[in-house]
């Protein structure tokens, strides 16, 4: 989960020369397109297989993997807008702003729910089917939604409170703290991240040690449960280090004020770029199902690709 649309997009404040910035965003747009193609890879592959669609694991796996889409397509329209309009209309900004943070607020969630399945399938293999239902994961998808929503809708209540009507047609740099400016809203911001980290780090570290002290014959299955869990985690803290980004932006200003705007792009790559591509890789590539059936919609396009270049083959 990100601090803010302003940190996940990182957009800057000052000019790049032309060259330097049509590298920075050619860039960004390329990682997001290779991103984005793996990801539409997977959900297509999803939606191909029955086996994925009827079984809860790959319904949450799947519910991240569209999550992570939205966030890295938004990252990347306000990043070009940033370079591009510069300055937009509140309104507008508003709906980037509402829409990139239910996405990225729902991703701890996600991995906290994904890490629960993983340790019921390993410590209670009996009631695995009877305890995680595909109708019992949709209701829980919809309660991530509807969390995610509680804690970001109130922004945009406070904002519609606060501030007058003529706000919400003037334009502005797209960051979420120009948007819900009001200091209520940051001291609301950082208790609920706090709230968040904690609750998602204990279910992430509790589902492992358990997994850790109950498969004690340390099968191949535990193993591998425990490897994923830990990349669950690790996934965690890349999203929850942008938490640190507002201060750590303020201390590279201030300690490397020449080179303060690459520094930014590189923990915007780091932070908010590069963790949405764990994901297909802890899927798409180690699950050995996945991979499978992946590897054969992928073999497929190629070969029909070369049937129709080479009619002869």
């Keep these: 989960m990100n601090a803010s649309s302003a940190n996940m997009t990182v957009v800057l404040q000052y000019r790049d020369s032309i060259t330097k910035a049509v590298t920075k965003n050619v860039i960004v747009v390329v990682i997001g397109i290779s991103i984005n193609y793996i990801s539409a890879s997977l959900i297509h592959t999803f939606r191909k297989h029955q086996i994925f ?13 569209v999550n992570d889409m939205i966030q890295v397509t938004l990252t990347i329209i306000l990043f070009i807008i940033s370079y591009i309009l510069y300055k937009i209309n509140v309104s507008v900004c508003c ?16 991995l906290a729910c ?19 239902t595909v109708k019992r994961t949709l209701m829980l998808i919809g309660l991530i939604w509807v969390t995610s929503m509680l804690s970001v809708l109130p922004d945009l209540f406070i ?22 400016p009001n200091p209520i809203i940051i001291k609301k911001r950082d208790t609920t991240y706090i709230v968040y980290l904690v609750i998602v780090s204990f ?5 492992y040690f358990k997994i850790l ?20 985690g690790f996934q965690l803290l890349l999203c929850m280090a942008s938490y640190l980004t507002p201060r750590l932006n303020d201390a590279l200003k201030r300690w490397l004020p020449k080179n303060s705007i690459d ?3 590189v923990i915007y790559i780091v932070v908010q770029i590069l963790p949405r591509s764990i994901s297909p890789i802890i899927y798409g590539v180690r699950d ?7 590897k054969r919609y992928l073999f497929c396009k190629v070969r029909k690709q070369t049937l129709q270049l080479d009619p002869k083959v």
């Design 288 to 294: 050995n199902t996945f991979r499978k059936y992946l």
């Design 53 to 65: 669609y009827t079984n809860p694991r790959y319904i949450l796996f799947i519910h991240l993997v």
């Design 263 to 265: 520094s930014l792009f």
């Design 203 to 207: 279910v992430i570290f509790y589902a």
């Design 114 to 132: 994904m890490a629960v399945e993983c340790c019921i399938a390993i410590c209670l293999p009996l009631h695995h089917t009877r305890i995680c």
């Design 159 to 180: 904002t519609l409170a606060t501030q007058p009507l003529d706000f919400f047609h003037s334009h502005v740099f797209c960051l979420r703290n120009t948007v819900f």
């Design 95 to 110: 709906v980037f702003i509402l829409l990139a943070l239910f996405a990225t607020e729902n991703t701890p969630l996600n």
């Design 213 to 232: 002290f109950t498969a004690k014959t340390a099968s191949k299955d535990a193993k591998k449960a425990r490897n994923t869990i830990l990349l669950h």
